[in-house]
């Protein structure tokens, strides 16, 4: 449990009310009841405030009028609520150990305070910096690298030179260097082409569960520090994820595009290979990018949600689309003859 008055040093927030109430967990404004901390970070949750149960709720100066509980003040309570989540986190502090069914190579570099739990498989050269954690039967494959402070959930698997930065987290499940998709047609069949290269993951990124990062055909797939991304985003071969770029669910990006900084990708979207997106885009959900992106900016694709027999029509009429622009473009250069002969007529 915390008191307030430690969670305002932390957040740098102006207490309005007791200073000692103590506070066990974090919850949303309806459901919050006493011990607890919430927080308003939109107008449309004021509504909520007066009747909030919270012990304390973190708000902006000008929302204090409706808080009835302890306040902290904030200049954007949802980004503290960000920071302080931290300390509520269910996750056990990493606790120096390696479990006796761990099978750890000779020549694997282990820190003396990283933690290796049950079923964990360490190949060749592995290095593994302090306070690391190495969740159940994960593997981690030859050559490969784990930053100080990166932690591997369960079932996690990291093909051979994989080098992760320090502060990472990768969640259960995700595959990181398997190979890409790479083949060349053959007379029968296709010849696979064989991936060399590794991945290159810098700090502070997060993969979600079941999400796979392809190796590179000949140099690494990189992704930048701080890259965010969502549960079963693929990330195909030798692509290049840029610093801040945030990718959400089930989105995938296909081989040797390279993504800016800043940039936010929504679910269900799809990138085509071999593109240049810039930085400080933004690519709302369910679209398709299938050419470079030059300028910043916020993109879509695809029509919005309709009832189904409009939908229905409406398909018959993109379909129609090329012969209806040829139409407006010889009607419209019809109405030009007819302008320029009564200007014409006009002279005469």
């Not at 039967?137 to 990166?150: A, K, P």
């Not at 055909?217 to 701080?226: E, H, M, N, V």
């Not at 900084?261 to 930085?279: F, K, R, Y």
């Not at 933004?282 to 029509?303: D, N």
Request: glycine share 8%.
């Amino acid at each position: 449990m915390f008191d307030v008055s430690q969670i305002a040093l932390f957040l740098d927030a102006d207490i309005i009310g007791d200073e000692n109430v103590l506070i066990s967990q974090i919850s949303s404004l309806h459901e919050a009841r006493e011990g607890d901390l919430s927080f308003c970070d939109q107008a449309k949750y004021l509504p909520e405030l007066p009747n909030c149960r919270a012990s304390a709720v973190l708000v902006r100066k000008q929302d204090l009028k409706a808080v009835t509980t302890t306040a902290l003040v904030v200049a954007d309570p949802y980004l503290s609520f960000a920071k302080i989540s931290r300390w509520f986190d269910w996750r056990d502090t990493v606790r120096a150990n390696v479990a006796d069914s761990a099978q750890v190579s000779v020549s694997a570099v282990i820190s003396n305070t990283a933690q290796l739990c049950h079923g964990v498989v360490i190949g060749e050269n592995v290095r593994i910096g302090d306070a690391c954690y190495v969740g159940p039967n994960s593997v981690i494959g030859d050559h490969c690298v784990l930053g100080n402070r990166s932690r591997l959930e369960a079932n996690v698997t990291l093909y051979q030179d994989v080098k992760l930065g320090e502060d990472c987290i990768v969640h259960s499940c995700a595959v990181v260097g398997a190979d890409g998709f790479g083949f060349a047609k053959a007379a029968i069949g296709w010849q696979k082409i064989y991936q060399l290269a590794g991945v290159r993951i810098g700090n502070q990124v997060e993969i979600g569960a079941s999400s796979t990062i392809d190796r590179g055909a000949l140099s690494p797939t990189l992704i930048g520090d701080g890259v965010k991304l969502d549960n079963q985003v693929h990330i195909a071969h030798n692509v290049s994820l840029g610093k801040h770029t945030a990718i959400a669910g089930c989105t995938a990006i296909a081989g040797s595009t390279d993504i800016g900084d800043n940039c936010t990708i929504a679910g269900l979207s799809g990138v085509t290979g071999h593109l240049t997106i810039t930085s400080d885009t933004h690519i709302t959900a369910m679209s398709l990018v299938s050419h470079s992106i030059k300028e910043p900016g916020v993109y879509s694709s695809g029509t919005g949600i309709e009832k189904h027999q409009s939908w229905k029509r409406n398909v018959v009429r993109f379909r129609n689309l090329e012969k209806i622009a040829k139409r407006l473009k010889k009607l419209e250069n019809e109405m030009k003859n007819i302008s320029l002969n009564q200007d014409l007529g006009k002279r005469e």
